[in-house]
């Protein structure tokens, strides 16, 4: 069979779009996560961070389903989302649409750039809570705000939410950021551990100056990426729940592809984030394979978009002279 793929990242957060809404590829959920594992495994030509599946919706403009690297699926993905948002909107010809997720219905936008020419979407972060049983996180308490786990780390504090995948975030200074403690107690809590038994996505910020952060983040099923949306929007929130920053103003967010921009909002007692980001094009492709056997496949028909590629390099310049400024300061 043959199935045309689209390369695309947010924050250098790279995934495979598979339009199921316009082809019928026949795929169940053995076949996407075999496709996941197939299509992102970096030694092949193709590789990525995911596939973000395109599907009909019956309650939103489209549908989005992500599977991670080793074929698990996860219930969100805020910049597969922007990309998604993209891919959707340009389709339909509209500026704005509903993506159904797993657990949500989401609100998304066409935004102005965020740097000169970069496609640039708004996502919903929703919905968010600090709930452990909604990660979950096996703890004998209900939540956990900036506290210590002793058994991961003596010193880190960590908060624990889910948006609605699951992510532990830790507020840290440089020497945390450069040493190897977030891998080593990342791929305890995404192995077999007592506390997370579906895993959990791993933050590390560092706040910069006032509405400015950096995240890098240990993902679920992946392993360390350029970014993480989700993640990002989690820490965000964080950031605004200890007073480094502030609900409603928008935070600028460093990462180590680029940056993104996030609004945290609060109502009625509930939060919600606006992730705002480049949805960018790498190329587009036709892969030839046999289903039963995907990780043996061809490619085809190859088309890079060139422009784009060259001109979110000069985003990643800006963020990464900005980072060092001040990661070394
Ligand atoms: N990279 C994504 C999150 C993808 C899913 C995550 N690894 C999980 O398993 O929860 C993002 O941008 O949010």
């Known amino acids: 069979m043959k199935i045309e793929l689209t390369k695309c990242h947010g924050s250098g957060n790279d995934f495979f779009i598979i339009d199921e809404m316009n082809h019928s590829y026949d795929l169940d959920d053995n076949k996407r996560a075999a496709l996941a594992r197939a299509f992102c495994n970096r030694s092949t030509d193709l590789g990525a961070d995911g596939i973000l599946f395109v599907l009909a919706s019956d309650v939103s403009d489209a549908k989005m389903r992500v599977f991670n690297t080793d074929g698990s699926e996860a219930s969100m993905c805020g910049n597969g989302l922007r990309c998604v948002a993209r891919y959707v909107c340009e389709k339909l010809s509209i500026e704005e649409a509903t993506i159904e997720t797993m657990k949500a219905n989401l609100q998304v936008k066409n935004q102005p750039d965020i740097f ?17 049983d909604s990660l979950p996180l096996k703890l004998n308490q209900n939540q956990l705000m900036n506290e210590k786990i002793p058994a991961l780390s003596e010193n880190i504090q960590f908060t624990a939410l889910s948006v609605p995948n699951p992510h532990l975030v ?24 007592e506390f997370f038994p ?30 993480c949306g989700t993640a990002m929007s989690a820490s ?28 945290v909002h609060e109502q009625n007692g509930l ?10 094009y790498l190329y587009r492709c036709d892969v030839e394979l046999e289903i039963e056997n995907p990780e043996i496949f061809t490619i085809d028909n190859n088309k890079e978009y060139v422009e784009e590629v060259m001109q979110y390099a000069k985003l990643q310049k800006h963020a990464a002279e900005f980072l060092n400024e001040w990661i070394n300061a």
């Open 116 to 132: 000169e020419n970069i496609p640039t979407y708004l996502v919903e972060i929703s919905p968010v809570s600090f709930d452990l």
């Open 170 to 193: 830790a507020i840290v200074e440089k020497e945390q950021i450069q040493s190897n403690e977030q891998e080593t107690l990342s791929k305890y809590v995404n192995g077999e551990n």
């Open 198 to 227: 579906d895993g959990v996505n791993v933050s590390f910020v560092k706040p910069l100056k006032k509405g400015h952060i950096y995240v890098r983040t240990f993902e679920r099923g992946v392993g360390f990426t350029n970014a």
């Open 236 to 263: 965000s929130l964080v950031t605004c729940l200890q007073g480094l920053n502030e609900m409603e103003t928008p935070i600028e967010v460093y990462n180590n592809g680029g940056k993104v921009r996030c609004v």
């Open 271 to 280: 939060q919600s984030i606006d992730l705002i980001g480049n949805a960018s």
